[in-house]
DNA sequence: AGGTGTCCTTGCATGAATGCACAGCTTGCC
DNA sequence: GGCAAGCTGTGCATTCATGCAAGGACACCT
């Protein structure tokens, strides 16, 4: 056996200092003390009998031996990731985490109480909600479940459709009350930015050339900023009909929603826990954006 | 970060029990009690939620996803050596530990007096010879340095001929006296196996469809049935000489040499105790050798 | 110049991992 | 059938890795 390197886990250790740039940052990602990081790489660094980092008043950086240990090192972070998933999705215990990431709108208002009652016929199943507008990364197992909107998923995910998000525009009553009138031009609006990339075509398309008073990357906050008066947005219909204190102003000319999608990694789908959480949410979702669609039909 | 699997180093422990086939083999090529090893992979199957070994009364075999996870971690593994060979070939100090496979004919008579003249000049690096007759595989750093007869190295070896063993036939002066006559034919023969193929071939050249009265592995063990009596051997003559009980019963009808090299894994040529090692050995090896010849030159 | 925040490094106490010793089971040999 | 050897599994004592707390250094801002 390899007796130059005798713990393999000083690797992993090595390799979030090298993404952190710091003990102190590496020390929040892995869930440690920061003397224990210092320790860890100073042991790694005599073991293997070179120096893996300049030391900089601002933190660590990689020397040159260590950038070529960094190479190396990923790869085999990736073949951990892997066999993560290989063994995970054979796992057939009804027992464990999930994780489920969603943007903010998504997971303050379609999820809980979902998962609420999920958890009625799955005590042993917990789950974790991962609030976030960046698209985090299910092959590298940062997620289990994903709750997309928009695109077709990428081939290594799998999953379905479960309905479509319609959306049309809102106001606060006392914005609309200061500010009659048909002329959506004339009015102040709530933008997004390129993380809502179909919302902001959508909205571009419908006025060409307007410019929003405020942008954000959350449709959370853009809820919040709408009932605050600061102007229209185009918001879904199923969490902006839950809201009193916000009104439908105006259908868009043409319909206009996204696909609703929720997504695994091909190598998780017979993860007991997770298809489980899957087989739950995929009707119940689908059932309640089907309640919450623009305005009653004919 | 990987929540999953939050102790990379889990794998090398499973590793080691997956080739050993028990819990106590892993245990003794790991260096650590077997207890330990038993509950690193009790820990290790409950991180994961999958049986990796069905247990047996006479130790643990894989399972299904057990060989998938061998596949992976092999792969791990390769890296890590891979790593290992980068890193320390960049190592810098004249200190550490330096081990060198021979087998053991050229380790008992070769390697010591010139490793005791070497460590007088350098006293900070540890010499460890691994005496084998199986050749180790430098590329997974079994060994640092190889003293290897016969062959051209490998493409991934780099190192010198370091000179040439000669070959003799030699026998016990109580055998040869009760044995006279100069038919070899006619003689009790001490052959060796497979893993000396150029001596065994040399001696079916040298009298074809003789069968050996005994045959060992260890030519050091042959030296040792020689001298007592159980027949003749062809051996190097730089370490039969040595010995007043062997006496050379006849040349060769055309001279027979081996080549000896002195090899190391082209990532290791630059770690500078392996150098060190490397730049004292070959001349000193060459000098040997260069001494015991075949009989006196005119 | 002083304050704040971030960073690294180290000594000491604590808890987790490990080794030790033991028990039990199975297999193979005599 | 008895014995030896190999194996797994577990309770308790020991060792070592880790966290805590403290100190020092540096950069930035006021």
Known sequence: MNAQLANWDDLRVFLAVARAGSLSGAARSLGVNHSTVFRRVAGLEETLGVRLFDRLPTGYALTPVGEETLGIVERIEDDVTALDRTVTGQDLR??????????????????????????????????EIVVGNEALNLSRRETDIALRIGNTPPETLVGRKVGQLEFAIYGAPDYCAAHPGADLAQQDWI????????????????????????????VACAVRLAKAGLGLAL?????????PDLIRVAELPESFGLDLW?????????TARIRAVLEFLTPALAESLKKCTKGPEI
Not at 204 to 215: D, H, N, Q, S
Request: proline share 6%; aromatic share 4%; charged share 25%.
């Open 94 to 127: 009804l027992s464990g985490t999930v994780r489920i990431t969603a943007i903010d709108m998504l997971a303050f208002w379609l999820l809980p109480d979902h998962l609420r009652r999920f958890r009625e016929t799955h005590s042993g199943i917990e789950v």
């Open 235 to 243: 918001l879904p219909c199923a969490i902006a009909e839950l809201k």
């Open 191 to 218: 933008g997004f930015d390129s993380a809502h990339a179909p919302l902001t075509r959508q909205l571009e398309k419908l006025l060409p050339g307007m410019r929003p008073a405020v942008r954000s990357n959350s």
């Open 262 to 270: 929720l997504l695994t990694h091909e190598d998780l789908r017979h």
